[in-house]
């Protein structure tokens, strides 16, 4: 008998390595502290809001500057609802200032400089349009709006596809600034049933270069592999080349918006060759086979022009500012899925009858409408300058005039960013719900719908119900959707407390904001910067 041999020694199982701990970033030691050292009944505001006085302004502006793009869009979304402005308030201007100003991307021909609008926004990257030319296409796996799905939507948002607001983690708001392209328009062939508003108003934006990576390689106007040419968006790069001399290497970004949500004086003042900055949720558009991207709807836009010097003598010219936010979001969901789907149900209702009665005596569509526009808390700078140079041969000051009205939950403030530079931040907090506007009945024949959306009307099998006399009947009383009047942005505070020509450096925390509840706009504004001589004799004195 062999002898019996011991079994070999087992070896013991790697040991697998610690993941790397995650930097604590500025605060993390500090609100651990707090957490651990606070009283019994210390509430999470007070724990958080002192964690962030804690740090001090170097370590904060260097903390800002390393930073991540993820982390610097949810600056605020930390700190207690309640302490955002007074957070906001109680950070230095040196703070809030970049670092130094970005550099200037090209201006049109015969155009003013882009120095008079920018922004330090940087959009949340994503990932495959980095190295895939058709990213876009793929978000629907290369379908249009349909009877199937995907897409559910005819426009998919780019990060989330089955989100419907912008501004939250999964769903973050994009920015850019450009320059206006092509003459402002109203759409004519937008879906009845998700835009109560009125249909699209529209506008192309030539983005700055750093910005390019929001289109789609269709947003030239042609599509790579097809040849297919988009005729609004050849168009408009077109002109963006020969007629205000912009390169436009990677075409256009379409803008689109219900048109009641965008007052008409804000639409007057988007004109071609405009310095425009633009901040909302990035779609591809699933109704065209381009698949084109856009900002569709916009959350928040400003409009810079030169414009003449204010009266009294001693300025330079001036640049202008409108800023305007959207005040609702339409949502393109049904309770069986997109206006497709749920105008199947809808007629399937009137074909069932019983006892001759039919389930439904009309085929109604009635878009939902979210009275808070965005999720999140989405923060946006913008940096302001004159139209022309500080003189050289005179004494001037960087002076300002501004009013904006705002609602409950939103903050802004205006400052000294250095570098003859004025900034403005816009924190779009937590808001309540806003009110709506008056609803009235709007009726869509079925014949409409064929002449627009004729698959839409064929999957329906009309022409067969129609043989039917109760449906038939039915069906020309048409479509039953909503139609809302278009809401104001105006308030009896938009002439109270504003903010007079005064030096930037001399600026008072209370002047030029007015808070109003009872509209529904987030805010909107004005804002003129300009150099303002200085009279040495009268200084003296």
């Known amino acids: 008998m062999p002898p019996k041999r011991n079994p070999p020694p087992k070896k013991a199982p790697a040991r697998k390595a610690r993941p790397k701990e995650a930097p604590a970033g500025p605060f993390g030691k500090a609100f651990l502290h707090n957490l651990k050292t606070a009283p019994p009944g210390t509430s999470d505001s007070e724990i958080v809001v002192e964690t962030l006085r804690s740090v001090s302004t170097r370590q904060l502006k260097a903390a800002l500057a390393r930073a991540t793009e993820q982390e610097r869009n949810l600056l605020f979304n930390a700190v207690p609802a309640d302490q955002i402005k007074a957070i906001l308030w109680s950070l230095p201007s040196s703070v809030l200032a970049p670092a130094e100003p970005p550099p200037p991307p090209p201006s049109p021909k015969n155009g003013p400089p882009s120095t008079i609008l920018q922004t330090t926004y940087t959009s949340m990257e994503y990932a495959p349009a980095k190295h895939d030319p058709d990213w876009a296409a793929k978000i629907s796996d290369g379908s249009t709006l349909g009877l199937g799905s995907p897409p559910p939507w005819e426009w998919v948002s780019v990060y989330d596809t089955n989100a419907e607001k912008e501004g939250a983690l999964n769903n973050p708001a994009v920015g850019l600034t450009g320059w206006v392209v092509a003459a402002p328009s109203l759409s004519q062939g937008d879906v009845w049933f998700t835009h109560p508003f009125g249909f699209d108003w529209e506008y192309y934006i030539v983005p700055d270069p750093q910005y390019e990576n929001l289109l789609a390689a269709s947003n030239t106007g042609t599509t790579p592999g097809t040849g297919d040419i988009d005729k609004d968006y050849d168009e408009a790069t077109t002109h963006a080349r020969d007629v205000l001399g912009l390169p436009a290497p990677k075409g256009v970004l379409g803008v689109e918006t219900d048109q009641d949500l965008a007052p008409r004086s804000f639409r007057d003042a988007v004109t071609d060759g405009a310095r425009i900055a633009t901040f ?119 002076t300002v005039s501004f009013h904006f009205t705002h609602r409950n939950g939103v903050a802004v403030r205006v400052y000294d960013a250095g570098n003859d530079t004025v900034g403005v931040i816009i924190v779009l907090g937590d808001l309540n719900p806003a009110p709506l506007t008056r609803k009235h009945n709007w009726t869509v024949d079925f014949d409409e719908l064929g002449k627009e959306y004729a698959y839409v009307y064929d999957a329906l099998e009309i022409v067969d119900i129609l043989l039917k006399p109760v449906s038939a009947a039915i069906l020309a009383r048409g479509i039953l959707t909503d139609r809302y009047d278009a809401p104001s942005a105006s308030s009896p505070l938009d002439t109270q407390n504003v903010a007079a020509p005064v030096a930037i450096d001399q600026l008072q925390p209370w002047a030029g904001y007015s808070e109003d509840d009872t509209q529904p706009f987030p805010i909107y504004g004005w804002l003129n910067v300009y150099w303002q001589g200085i009279d040495i004799v009268k200084e003296a004195t």
Not at 287 to 301: A, K, Q, R, V, Y
Not at 304 to 327: E, L, N
Not at 365 to 390: D, E, M, N, S, W
Request: with cysteine; aromatic share 8%.
């Open 280 to 398: 909302g949720r990035w779609i591809v558009d699933c109704g065209h086979e381009d698949f084109h991207t856009e900002i569709h709807p916009p959350l928040l836009m400003a409009v810079a022009k030169p414009a003449q010097p204010p009266a009294g003598g001693g300025a330079s010219a001036m640049t202008s500012v409108q800023i305007m936010s959207r005040p609702y979001t339409v949502s393109q969901r049904f309770a069986e899925g997109n206006f497709i789907r749920h105008l199947l149900a809808e007629v399937a209702k009137v074909e069932t009858t019983i006892f001759g009665i039919p389930l439904s005596t009309r085929v109604e569509a009635h878009p939902t409408v979210f009275t808070t526009p965005y999720a999140g808390r989405p923060y946006i700078k913008l940096l302001v300058q004159p139209p022309v140079p500080r003189s050289k041969l005179r004494p001037q000051r960087l």
